[in-house]
């Protein structure tokens, strides 16, 4: 197909414009806020609110009329380079654009909400909200844009903001330095994230979505060699690149092994930015960004793709396991999750993948909430009794059940949604998950037995683990004595107050939505939901792929549904269990709880410390790049420093020289005519001495001489 | 008497009027010097008119030369008093105004 047919310019339609609009509202909030004097910061704020929630009205419109629809693509041309096709611009909205559009714009606003309520005596008001308006419009920039490469730029703006809020508190040292290493750390995947824009736009001169589709099924691999329409060859390997490319942006954004070390440091910003940006949104782009290209992947990639999310997923659930900060618990199961998704996304499990990207936005922004209610509270009670304890310690926590019913009830019901509990929206799509990462073996291992199958296993622990670091988290907030104040028996008459009734209300909601029969219908069977009903993951399109891998694996799915149900359930037990009897109320572990160290052996520290990764990210990049530029400074010392140096005495001595060569030759012979000139007047100037006999006797001469002049 | 002799005697008279012109201070004498030089003009218009018997015109003219001395005595004697008002000297090396 022509070029010019394939990135013809598309009209715009009633859905398009709706989302131009929806991009422009939390714009607008961010200019808005920016602009407001600070005295009518409160009333901005609720401004800013209402602008988020028409967007998510409108979103949620937008999803009623795209269901079941084409979906709705404008394009328009942007610019064009030399006889480069044209550069075009748009907004795709399909299915899972309009689904993340509705999540998006839904947890932003509550998080705005309950922000109102959390951040109401911060410095930051104002620019806190600022920020989160620039953040929601850089998001949906993600989700809208037909492009890779708008979608890049928006992608860098989500990392911006992201910096942005992390560093809010950026007189702490610590946030600011959260805010820099999540940064840096984005940037190694969006390197990755470039090479792969730059393959494919080698291979097909443009990056727009619907375009590389077709262009891509019609492309073909033959004898190692990767052809294009255009008759573009590169080496077959390119292609595996390119998605692996793609893949390591979304490593970076996702936090995925081995670039998932800043995520729990970017706990440092206020929590409910956490629960937008690093629990439900943000961190999904990654996996958000794998569905929009999953089209494109080989199948080389997506196994990398699972094999790089199986293994986060343990990892990240490891790490979770002996957490002291009630935040950084939650971090590594985000980190973990995240690596759940992705893996799906490996798998093929394309649906199940953006399902439990939705079901989690909501749970763990609902968890994230409501620790944020915790830390609200003690704070409010560190401040009533003037005993200084660290508010996010769950050393100093316990039995908050009775004092923070309401946030118990919250917490309760979406730590069950992530441990993935029956009737709880995170069973329907961890299941789904599961049996698809179990079919997918099924279907790579032909049968027999591989090391294929090392990745549903990673799952099924990484199952056990989370429903230990979640019932680990919930008997050490919420059971047994509150830690604190039985140490400081002398005020006992001051209470832990429940939140405001804002913050609940955003609870509530959250806590609605992780409830399976929002979900599905038969909340014991994923395969009735009505949202994987709507979400067929699509055929994929890259040259030399398998026709019969998706229906197989959709076959298997569904076969393996009911073995997979009864392991997990299994697992979950398993780790319920171990977790009850590790952290009951009186267990040895809570009795000396209080005085705990942060880690007591070599496997804890392991837990504890995120695997080492950042002790080897310090040996492995950071000593030898300090040692590099240590030697280079010092050889800048020594040898260039030196050199110019030597430099700058010649000049200084040729100028010593010259400046010689100016005042005795150059100003002499200036000196000599201005005296020669001198004397000349001074000569002539006695000519005109105002003494009439000299004129006379001048005159007389002259006469003299011209008598003589006559006569000769 | 050869009419060298009258030439002479006004070359003679000619240099020391001019000679009392360029050195002598006061301007009075310098007025004084002006008139010898005229009068040696006047002793060559008589001596060249014994060459012209008939015409005569040497002596009319040394007639008129005597006469155009009287005014410019006159007039100059005048410039002298007002400059001797003006400066309270005649000393010519003090009025030197036109010193460039």
């Known amino acids: 197909m022509e070029y010019s047919e394939l990135l013809r310019p598309l009209p715009w339609t009633t859905p398009t414009i709706l989302c131009l609009v929806i991009l422009a509202l939390p714009f607008v909030s961010f200019l808005l806020m920016a602009a407001a004097p600070d005295s009518s910061r409160r009333l901005m704020s609720w401004v800013s609110s209402a602008f988020i929630l028409i967007a998510a009205c409108i979103s949620v419109y937008l999803l009623l009329s795209v269901w079941a629809q084409p979906a709705s693509h404008t394009r328009f041309d942007w610019f064009s380079i030399a006889s480069m096709p044209q550069i075009t611009a748009g907004i795709l909205l399909d299915i899972n654009a309009a689904l993340m559009l509705v999540v998006v714009n839904v947890i932003s606003f509550l998080v705005h909400v309950y922000s109102t309520a959390y951040m109401k005596d911060d410095a930051g008001y104002k620019k806190y909200f600022a920020f989160l308006g620039l953040f929601t419009f850089s998001m949906l920039g993600i989700v809208l844009a037909d492009n890779l490469l708008i979608i890049f730029v928006f992608w860098e703006l989500v990392g911006l903001s992201s910096y942005l809020l992390i560093s809010h508190w950026y007189q702490k040292d610590s946030a600011s330095k959260a805010a820099k290493k999540a940064f840096i750390v984005n940037r190694v995947g969006d390197a990755g994230f470039l090479i792969g824009l730059a393959i494919l736009w080698v291979q097909f001169n443009t990056l727009d979505i619907e375009a590389l589709k077709v262009l891509m099924s019609q492309s073909t691999l033959a004898g190692g060699e990767w052809t294009t329409t255009l008759g573009y060859v590169l080496n077959a390997d390119w292609l595996t690149v390119a998605g692996i490319g793609l893949f390591l942006g979304a490593m970076g954004k996702s936090a995925q092994f081995p670039l998932q070390v800043w995520l729990p440091d970017a706990m440092e910003g206020p929590t409910p930015v956490s629960a937008l940006i690093h629990a439900a949104t943000m961190v999904a782009a990654g996996v958000f960004l794998m569905a929009r290209v999953f089209v494109l992947l080989d199948i080389d990639a997506l196994t990398f793709v699972a094999t790089i999310g199986a293994i986060t997923a343990f990892m990240g659930a490891i790490a979770a396991l002996t957490q002291h900060d009630i935040k950084k618990v939650l971090a590594y199961s985000t980190i973990s999750q995240l690596g759940y998704m992705l893996m799906g996304i490996g798998v093929g499990a394309y649906d199940a993948a953006l399902f439990h990207l939705f079901t989690h936005a909501f749970f763990k922004a609902c968890l994230f909430l409501a620790a944020g209610s915790v830390i609200y509270a003690l704070h409010e009670f560190e401040h009533d009794t003037g005993i200084k304890f660290d508010a996010q310690d769950m050393r100093n926590m316990g039995g908050l059940r009775k004092k923070l019913p309401f946030t118990f009830m919250a917490y309760g019901v979406s730590a069950l949604a992530l441990i993935g509990i029956p009737f709880f929206s995170g069973f329907l799509s961890k299941d789904a998950l599961l049996s698809g990462a179990y079919a997918w073996a099924d279907v790579m291992s032909g049968g027999g037995f591989s090391i294929y199958y090392l990745i549903p296993d990673l799952g099924f622990l990484t199952v056990i683990l989370t429903a230990l670091y979640m019932f680990r988290q919930l008997l050490l907030v919420f059971f047994g004595e509150f830690r604190i104040a039985a140490q400081h028996p002398g005020h006992s008459l001051t209470e832990v107050k429940e939140v405001p009734l804002v913050m609940k209300a955003v609870l509530t909601v959250l806590g609605i939505m992780s409830l399976g029969l929002i979900w599905s219908i038969n909340p014991l069977d994923h395969s009735h939901s009505w949202f994987l009903g709507a979400l067929k993951a699509p055929t994929i399109l890259t040259p030399g792929f398998d026709i019969d891998w998706q229906p197989r694996l959709i076959e298997l799915t569904l076969a393996n549904h009911i073995k997979v149900t009864v392991i997990s359930m299994t697992m979950i037990v398993i780790g319920a269990l171990t977790g009850w009897f590790l952290y009951k109320p009186g267990s040895a572990y809570t009795k000396g709880y209080f005085q705990r160290k942060n880690t007591v052996n070599k496997l804890q520290a392991l837990s504890y410390n995120n695997w080492h990764l950042d002790e080897a990210y310090k040996l492995i990049i950071e000593k030898p790049v300090l040692w590099i530029a240590n030697g280079l400074s010092a050889f800048e010392k020594r040898v260039i420093d030196k050199a110019i140096d030597g430099f700058a005495v010649i000049n200084v001595i040729i100028a010593h020289l010259i400046g010689w060569i100016d005042r005795m030759v150059v100003d002499g012979f200036v000196n000599f005519s201005v005296f020669f000139a001198g004397r000349i007047g001074v000569m002539t100037k006695s000519l005109q001495g105002g003494r009439v006999q000299s004129y006379i006797l001048i005159a007389v001469f002259g006469i003299v001489i011209m008598i003589f002049w006559i006569i000769w | ?100």
């Open chain 2, 1 to 100: 008497m050869a009419i060298e002799h009258y030439f002479i005697l006004s070359a003679i008279l000619f240099c020391i009027g001019m000679a009392v012109i360029i050195t002598k201070k006061n301007a009075i004498v310098v007025l004084m010097g002006v008139e010898l030089i005229l009068n040696a003009a006047n002793i060559n218009f008589i001596a060249i008119s014994q060459l012209d018997n008939i015409k005569l015109g040497g002596q009319f003219f040394a007639l008129f030369v005597i006469v155009v001395a009287a005014a410019e005595a006159a007039v100059g004697l005048a410039i002298i008093l007002k400059i001797y008002k003006y400066f309270s000297t005649t000393n010519l090396d003090e009025i030197n105004q036109l010193k460039g």
